[in-house]
């Protein structure tokens, strides 16, 4: 089956409303529930999914290599607990190991970061953000709950 095609998910589900935007069906599921609609077997369907991709800033080595750093700095982070959690002897070792993962974090994070950026040879030289839209967003009800459906949501549109 692939994901086109409807499957067991959508089976004996029929939409009840579209809207432009998820956060309005997600508000007509939230109305239905507030008003005792058996929500449970409801769904919010994108229809006509697309990708996209939004350019935020140019990647530098500068900041390839502050990007590498800080995440460098959380993994030090926890590197750093861990060891003080199971093998320092006494609280202030503790802080001791917590600063050394950190200080070794950023600077390997750093090189990686400098490393990864040259190795791509100018190819995507930039920083983005991705995700999934849609063009509508179709409610599904099961059927048999249809038209107790359409009439609270008729009240929703007066």
Not at 110 to 132: K, N, P, Q, T
Request: aromatic share 10%; net charge neutral.
């Amino acid at each position: 089956m692939s994901l086109a095609s409807p499957g067991p998910i959508t089976a004996n589900r029929v939409p009840v409303a579209s809207y432009p935007t998820y956060a309005e069906a997600e508000k007509a599921v939230d109305f239905l529930s507030d008003h005792g609609f058996p929500v449970q077997g409801t769904l919010i369907v994108g229809v006509g999914l697309r990708s996209i991709e939004r350019v935020v800033s140019r990647m530098t080595y500068l900041r390839a290599a502050g990007l590498g750093a800080l995440s460098g700095a959380w993994f030090g982070v926890l590197i750093g607990l861990f060891l003080g959690i199971f093998f320092a002897p006494r609280p202030s070792a503790m802080v001791g190991l917590l600063l050394w993962g950190l200080l070794w974090g950023l600077i390997a994070g750093a090189i990686y970061g400098l490393i990864s950026h040259a190795v791509h040879g100018g190819r995507r030289d930039f920083v983005s953000e991705s995700g999934l839209v849609a063009d509508k967003y179709d409610v599904l009800v099961e059927s048999e709950h249809l038209a107790r459906a359409q009439e609270l949501l008729g009240k929703t549109s007066g």
